[in-house]
Every structure is written in structure tokens, then in C-alpha cells.
């Protein structure tokens, strides 16, 4: 297998304009959009290109966006190759764990399309009945915020808990609003370089979404889903998910789990990756690889056609292509 491994950013990389390059350069992309707006019954391309911003940052609409986005830019890269891109490994953060799965075979795009749309739903929903929040802390060590939260949860008889943990340095605690404001307090305290409220009432990745679980569960019983061409890099495990049920576990379970990008990332690394190539807006997820590890520090990134045509420029299509390694 190739050595290549697909990244896919999660909800917060939204922003108004995605995709719209892409869709006016590449076929392939623009049949993406055409499909998700027959799927979902609306223009769900004029959002990701026209907006209005509050409209797409809606976690009804941003999830599905998102995976719209990632899916279209990969597409557009595979046309421009004239074969498709040969992955060895995929992973997504948080939502984009949907887009990996397309990717790899796991989930068809219509069918992930509808699934994401209820995710979006549901948490939208969960946020109704658990009103709670997310926060991000800069340079603090991950277990002194990790016992932070535990201390903050014991004082407020409420929960925060570490939701993400993105790289070295930043860390993203969500949870009920009187765990969380009395956690952020005490990040501060401790010597926290920032602390940061996110401009999101969710909180994802805390037991708060435990009110939609059984729904969300359903849902993907419901939704087909087949072993992956590749193995996919789990957010609550980073291990690789090589099997339906892995991934059935792995969806339902990832609403209340911690989000384990770091450590996803290294285990790609030791098990010998060097290629990595994220799909979709923000270029959160090359900021992210910097932080991890300094050798990728131009890891490239696909949000435009111009993003195409710089990698090909810079790639033979045997390096995006190549057979050569071994999948480990």
C-alpha cells in the first residue's frame, strides 16, 4: 500500500466560500455538490459557497458542509490524477472521522451525507435539553487540565472533561456551563498561557450528548457500512478501525468520547507514514501536524484548485499512486 495517509478536518473549519473553486475548476467536485443537494433536498452548495455565514456555521448545516467539502476536494484531486489517490491510512478529526470513511470505502458518501445531517440534528437537539459549552487551553499540560476538570466536577456536582486533544500545547475541555467556567477559571490559575471560549453551546465529546445516544445508535444501525480498503485511525482509540462493527462502536461511542488526535497522529508516524494530505477548508490539521511533529511542517493541504495544482506540480503520479509499501 501507499504510504499516503488522507486527513479530514472536523466542525469549526467551516467558512463561507468553501468548495466554490474547487466546483467551478473540477467535474468531479462539482457532481459532489450537485449530489448532496439532491440527497438533502436543498442547496446545500449556494451555503458552502454564497452563505450567510450564520447559516452554515449551524451544526445542522456545518456537518454535512464539511463533508460535502473534504469529499469534493479529494474527488477533484483524484480527477486531476486521472487514477485514484492510493491512501495506506486515513483519519478525520472528530466529523471528519465521516469523510475519512468515505474515503476508505467504509460509507458511501450518500449514505454518510444523510447520516451527518442527523448527527447534526441530534446535537443541535442534545445542546436543547444539556446546554453546555467548549473551551480551549493553550499551553497547559494535559494532565494538570485533567485533573482540573475532575476537581472542577466535583465542586459544581456537574461535568467537564478533556473532549479534544489536539496536539502538544492545545487542548479542548467541553462540558455543562457552571463544570466549565469553574474549570477555565482554574486553567488561568494554574499558568495557562490562553483560555479560550469556543464560539459553540455544544458540548461535544462530553456525556452532555448522551441525551441523543440511543437516537444517534439507531441511526447507524440503520446506515450500511462495510470493512475499509485502509485502515481509518479512531478518535476515542487511535487505533485503526478495520472492521463494520469496529466502526459502528466507533461512531456511536466517538458523541461522548475524547477526541485522541495527538496520539492518532504519532501512531501514524511510528508505524513508518511520512505522506499526509489534508481534504477541506482551515488548514487547521497541517497547524495541528506542526505541533505534533516539526518534520511536517508543510504537510499539504487540498481547499482550492489551485491546492491541486501545486501538489501535482510537486508530486509524480506515481508518488500519489504507488503500490510500494506495505500496510502495516
Not at 480551549?136 to 466536577?153: F, P, Q
Request: proline letters at 5%.
Amino acid at each position: 500500500m501507499s504510504d499516503i495517509v488522507l486527513l479530514f478536518p472536523g466542525q469549526g473549519s467551516q467558512e463561507v466560500g468553501m468548495g466554490a473553486d474547487l466546483a467551478a475548476h473540477s467535474q468531479a467536485a462539482r457532481r459532489i455538490f450537485e449530489q448532496a443537494d439532491d440527497i438533502l433536498g436543498f442547496s446545500l452548495s449556494r451555503l458552502c459557497f454564497e452563505g450567510p455565514e450564520a447559516e452554515l456555521t449551524d451544526t445542522i448545516n456545518a456537518q454535512p458542509a464539511l463533508l460535502t467539502t473534504g469529499i469534493a476536494a479529494l474527488a477533484a484531486l483524484e480527477e486531476a490524477l486521472g487514477r485514484p489517490l492510493a491512501a495506506g491510512a486515513a483519519a478525520g478529526h472528530s466529523l471528519g472521522e465521516y469523510s475519512a470513511l468515505v474515503a476508505a470505502g467504509a460509507l458511501d458518501f450518500p449514505h454518510a451525507l444523510r447520516l451527518v445531517r442527523e448527527r447534526g440534528r441530534l446535537m443541535k437537539f442534545a445542546d436543547e435539553r444539556a446546554p453546555g459549552g467548549m473551551a480551549a487551553i493553550i499551553a497547559l499540560d494535559t494532565d494538570v487540565i485533567a485533573r482540573i476538570c475532575a476537581d472542577a466536577s466535583a465542586r459544581t456536582n456537574a461535568f467537564v472533561h478533556i473532549a479534544n486533544d489536539n496536539c502538544p500545547g492545545q487542548v479542548v475541555i467541553s462540558g455543562d456551563e457552571a463544570a466549565l467556567t469553574e474549570a477555565m477559571a482554574a486553567a488561568e490559575k494554574a499558568g495557562a498561557r490562553k483560555v479560550v471560549r469556543l464560539a459553540i453551546t455544544i458540548a461535544a465529546h462530553s456525556p452532555l450528548m448522551g441525551v441523543v445516544q440511543e437516537e444517534f445508535a439507531a441511526a447507524v444501525r440503520a446506515t450500511p457500512i462495510h470493512p475499509p480498503r485502509f485502515p481509518v485511525i479512531a478518535n476515542s482509540t487511535a487505533q485503526p478501525l478495520l472492521s463494520a462493527e469496529a466502526i459502528r462502536e466507533e461512531l456511536v461511542g466517538q458523541l461522548q468520547n475524547t477526541v485522541r488526535w495527538t496520539e492518532s497522529m504519532q501512531y501514524l508516524i511510528d508505524q513508518g507514514f511520512e505522506q499526509f494530505v489534508e481534504f477541506g477548508p482551515g488548514r487547521v490539521l497541517a497547524g495541528l501536524m506542526k505541533r505534533i511533529d516539526r518534520r511536517f511542517r508543510r504537510m499539504p493541504s487540498i481547499a482550492t484548485w489551485e491546492d491541486v495544482k501545486k501538489l501535482l506540480s510537486h508530486q509524480t503520479p506515481s508518488n500519489l499512486s504507488s503500490n510500494s509499501f506495505t500496510q502495516n
